[in-house]
C-alpha cells in the first residue's frame, strides 16, 4: 500500500467515525442530551465533550507534527499526569459542563473535521511510519484506532436509549 493509500484510508476511517457520531447523536435526540445516564451522572452532552476533548488531543499533536513542532503538552494541569484517565477525565468535565449544548455539539463534531485537516498537513510517510509518533506507540498513524474511544462508550448510550 503506498503512503497516499494509506492517507486515503486513514481519512475514510476519520469521516465515517464522523457519520457514525452523527448517527449517534442523531439516535439520542435534542430531548435527551442533558439527562443523565449513558455514563451514569453524565448526560450525553458531558459524554461528547469528553471524547471532543481526548480527540482535540490527538488533533494538537498532528497539527504540531505538521508544522514541525514537537507535540505540545497535554492540556490539563501536569500535576495530574498522564498515567491515570480518572483524574484527567474528572478535570475535563470540570471544563466543560457549564458550556452550552449547541457549542458542545459542535465542537464534537468539527473535531473530525480538524483531524481530517490536520492529516492533510503531514507528509506522506507520516501516516505510515509506525516509529513516527511516540504518542502512537510504535503504530502507524493509518493503523490507528480512532474510533476506539466511541467504541467504548457507545455500547452504554445504547444500552441507556434502549432503557427510554
Known sequence: ???DDARARLMAHIRDGQQRWRRLVAD???DRMEQPGPMGEWTFKDLA???TAW???TVLRLEAAG???PAPPNPWPAELGDEEDDPINAWMHEQSRDRPLPEVLAEADSVYDHFAA??????PDAVTDPNRFDWMEGVAL???DFTGHLDEHEPDVRRWLASR
Not at 118 to 123: D, G, I, N, Q, S
Open 1 to 3: 500500500m503506498t503512503d
Open 28 to 30: 439520542v435526540g435534542d
Open 49 to 51: 465533550a469528553h471524547l
Open 55 to 57: 480527540r482535540r488531543r
Open 67 to 69: 508544522r514541525g513542532e
Open 118 to 123: 490536520a492529516v492533510e498537513t503531514l507528509p
Open 142 to 144: 493509518a493503523d490507528g
